[in-house]
């Protein structure tokens, strides 16, 4: 069964303290792997999208990487207003159409 | 903005109530997907839709339904409401249902049963 665990649950830095988020995944051939931001009461917003291991992609302070087991999700030199819950997300090729998301990885950047 | 649009953003009613959900997708995109987040859990995927027709069923409930219409807006039914139905619901919208196509979210619909 696909299945996706992200870690940590949640994560304090400070401003300028890079770090990395971590993205689990299993699933029956990978057709794409999905980074979402989420703020409160909001949304998700899409990040991006990678498709194959070794693909990397970035967004001002961030950077996607993606290998066959996990992804991570860096963070450079972040600002308070990079806190949010980051979702994973994947999407195999076991017949269905279903986006599988995991449960999030709560960011708060302190000033 | 993502360009979907979900109505109301707020609902609140009583146990064995129903209610409607709205779903605007973004201008041009076909597929849409329905997901129940709450607060213990992730999102959990309902059902797709793609041009009109089911494409993909997840772990959606027996007393809850959904529709595409022609203009591509969709609709969730959700009936004899339970005070663990409460959650924020979402929509997202993708171009179409080919693998490797984000999806583009609402803001949501926060559904509080008392």
């Known amino acids: 069964e696909d299945q996706v665990t992200q870690s940590p649950e949640a994560l304090r830095l400070q401003e300028g303290e890079s770090s990395s988020l971590n993205c689990s995944y299993t699933?029956?051939?990978?057709?794409?792997l999905f980074w979402y931001r989420q703020d409160p009461g909001k949304g998700p917003e899409f990040l991006f999208t990678l498709y194959s291991a070794g693909e990397e992609k970035e967004k001002e302070r961030l950077k996607a990487t993606l290998t066959k087991k996990e992804s991570f999700l860096h963070i450079t030199a972040p600002k308070p207003e990079d806190s949010a819950t980051y979702l994973c997300a994947v999407r195999g090729t076991s017949g269905t159409y279903k986006y599988i998301f995991g449960t999030g990885t709560r960011l708060k950047v302190l000033a | 903005d993502s360009g979907v649009t979900q109505t109301p953003k707020h609902l609140i009613t009583a146990t064995g109530q129903r209610v409607t959900l709205r779903c605007s997708p973004r201008?041009?995109?076909?597929?849409v997907y329905w997901y129940q987040q709450s607060l213990d859990q992730g999102l959990q995927f309902l059902i797709q839709y793609y041009n009109g027709e089911e494409r993909a069923k997840g772990n959606i409930l027996e007393r809850f339904s959904a529709q595409q219409f022609p203009d591509l807006h969709s609709e969730l039914n959700l009936s004899s409401l339970e005070l663990g139905d409460s959650a924020l619901y979402f929509c997202?919208?993708?171009?179409?249902?080919?693998?490797?196509?984000?999806?583009?979210f609402g803001d949501g619909t926060r559904l509080s049963i008392l």
């Open positions: 201008s041009g995109d076909l597929s």
């Open positions: 997202a919208s993708s171009a179409n249902s080919g693998v490797g196509q984000p999806q583009h």
């Open positions: 699933v029956s051939g990978l057709r794409g």
